[in-house]
């Protein structure tokens, strides 16, 4: 298997193929991720109501795939901390008395695997995702897997990385996988 690409973003930097592509003095994730849609020119209004990991994971998959053909790369993502910033803000909202109001707005976030179904809809990808929760990333576990998928002829290849953020500690590696 071969990589064809990758994106890291941390620390309010985007960076693809090792090269810097944008950077922020944002101190919060949520500040950055607004910033970064902008700066490269996202056109996706669903952004907006994602939550923070679903962002992360879909500026990381944006700054690979393009307005590509998409319909056989398949995803396969993994992070330690699995939707617990989001699960965190939920039960908030259901804590607090006087706005008691859990959202459902919030609560359809609250599964990791969401991320990839944001990317999947992007994308039309009609073809296999997985996203696991590992102690740390665990780059032969993700290849390994994403090689079987690739030899099944589900897929032409794989987005697969690790998207980890919890509260304003957040990390994106993310790269493409073919045969």
């Known amino acids: 298997m071969k990589k064809t690409n990758y994106t890291t973003i941390e620390h309010s930097r985007i960076t693809v193929d090792g090269d810097f592509i944008f950077e922020s003095p944002s101190e919060t994730f949520q500040e950055f991720a607004k910033e970064a849609y902008k700066s490269l020119e996202l056109n996706y209004p669903k952004f907006h109501k994602m939550d923070n990991l679903s962002k992360l994971a879909f500026l990381a998959a944006e700054t690979i795939l393009k307005n590509d053909d998409h319909s056989r790369t398949a995803i396969v993502f993994a992070n330690k901390s699995s939707s617990l910033d989001t699960d965190f803000k939920y039960q908030e909202s259901i804590n607090d008395q006087e706005n008691f109001y859990p959202s459902p707005a919030v609560f359809v976030y609250t599964l990791p695997n969401i991320c990839v ?63």
């Open 117 to 179: 179904g944001e990317i999947s809809i992007k994308h039309k990808m009609q073809t296999e995702n997985a996203f696991f929760v590992l102690d740390e990333f665990d780059e032969e576990f993700l290849n390994n897997y994403s090689e079987q998928i690739l030899q099944s002829g589900k897929a032409d290849q794989v987005l697969c990385g690790w998207v980890e953020l919890y509260q304003e500690n957040y990390k994106a590696f993310v790269y493409l996988l073919t045969l």
